[in-house]
């Protein structure tokens, strides 16, 4: 049985997230705006609403995460996008089944499309950092 590729969620919890932080808005003001630029399924909706909650809860636990695994950068340097993507990768690696390799591909990827030239190995190294922490990797 072939596996669906969770990515349009992960999008999906990029833009809600990106909108939610450039606009100050909860998640249902956001929300028309995410899904009418970007249309998904309902499992997609599903999955990626789990991660956007996920990261909301565990906001300040991530924000203690940075200050440990980038000591020498303070969190309010990393751009936006990456934070998120770093959030997103995280949370799915507390809360979801995905295999380890596969969340740090998808993070990686999504922030190769996403953001700067630097950021992909960026998020590679601090998601693998997060990973030993927790015992995951």
Do not use: H
């Amino acid at each position: 049985m072939p596996t669906v590729s969770r990515r349009p969620a992960r999008v999906f919890a990029l833009q809600l997230l990106y909108a939610m932080e450039i606009t100050g808005e909860p998640p249902g003001y956001c929300l028309p705006g995410v899904l009418e630029g970007n249309p998904i399924s309902s499992d997609m909706q599903s999955f990626g609403m789990k991660l956007a909650d996920g990261v909301l809860e565990r906001k300040e636990e991530f924000r203690n995460t940075f200050l440990e695994l980038i000591s020498d950068w303070s969190p309010e340097r990393l751009s936006t996008i990456d934070k998120i993507i770093l959030q997103i990768a995280m949370t799915e690696m507390l809360i979801a089944d995905t295999p380890i390799k596969v969340i740090l591909s998808e993070a990686v990827q999504i922030a190769n499309k996403y953001s700067d030239e630097d950021s992909p190995s960026f998020v590679n190294g601090v998601l693998q950092g997060f990973a030993k922490i927790k015992g995951i990797l």
